[in-house]
């Protein structure tokens, strides 16, 4: 992903027209629109043909199966023109690996999600974090996912994948956190949704976000 604004929109709304409409409307803010299960739930796969029009998609499906399905997942998402795609780590290196393997083959990222930004998000995920990151840089994955409500866990986070891993860092605004601080903690993109999409006006709320971090 070409690091232009470091801004990752995630794209959370359920139906194709304000879905389309907002991804035009700050189209020249992202660097990356984030589709998952509410959008794709709502209006199937080929809104990601319809988006990759605009913008580079990354597909946030979470992904936690054995090697196989995970396998079948990553093919669906990438024949559709996702860019990338976000996979949990904690199904072991067997799983990861063969979403790399998938990845590979098709010449796109994968992001493997660490420690999650919400409040549970420490519950069972803060002891095993720091060792997922670890398996994120052995199995050869672009990148991580990791909260930008906790910058100093970004920060950690960043001491052990070194600087060929990138991290994209959920949970600007509406869940508390704030760009430039996660910027600084050493976050290559935030990944904004509600402040965004919610907004009355989505391109200058995008535009205020890239100021923040001097994009
Ligand atoms: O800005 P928000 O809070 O409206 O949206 C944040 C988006 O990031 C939303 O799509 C979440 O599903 C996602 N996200 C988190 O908020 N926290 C995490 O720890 C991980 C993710 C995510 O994108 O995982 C890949």
């Not at 098709?106 to 398996?135: C, L, N, Q, W």
């Not at 840089?137 to 052990?160: C, F, L, N, Y």
């Not at 600087?163 to 904004?192: C, F, K, M, N, T």
Request: charged share 25%; glycine share 10%; hydrophobic share 45%.
């Amino acid at each position: 992903m070409d690091k232009k604004n470091r801004l990752i929109l995630a794209l959370d709304v359920t139906d194709r027209e304000n879905a389309l409409r907002i991804a035009n409307e700050v189209s020249d803010y992202v660097d990356s629109i984030k589709v998952g299960y509410p959008l794709v739930l709502g209006e199937g796969l080929g809104i990601v043909k319809e988006l990759v029009e605009i913008a580079p998609v990354i597909a946030d499906f979470k992904v936690a199966d054995i090697p196989n399905t995970d396998r079948l997942i990553c093919e669906h998402v990438f024949n559709a023109g996702a860019a990338g795609i976000i996979t949990h780590g904690f199904t072991g290196r067997d799983s990861l690996d063969s979403c790399v393997k998938v990845a590979n083959d098709f010449g796109t990222d994968v992001y493997v999600v660490t420690e999650m930004s919400h409040p549970g998000g420490v519950e069972f995920f803060r002891p095993v974090a720091e060792d997922i990151a670890k398996m994120a840089v052995e199995a050869g994955a672009s990148g991580v996912v990791a909260p930008a409500t906790r910058p100093e866990r970004v920060k950690d986070i960043r001491k052990i994948i070194g600087e060929e891993l990138s991290i994209i860092s959920p949970g600007v605004g509406a869940q508390g956190g704030s760009a430039a601080d996660v910027i600084r903690a050493g976050a290559d993109w935030v990944i904004v949704g509600r402040s965004i999409y919610n907004s009355d006006s989505p391109a200058e709320a995008a535009k205020k976000i890239c100021d923040e971090m001097n994009c």
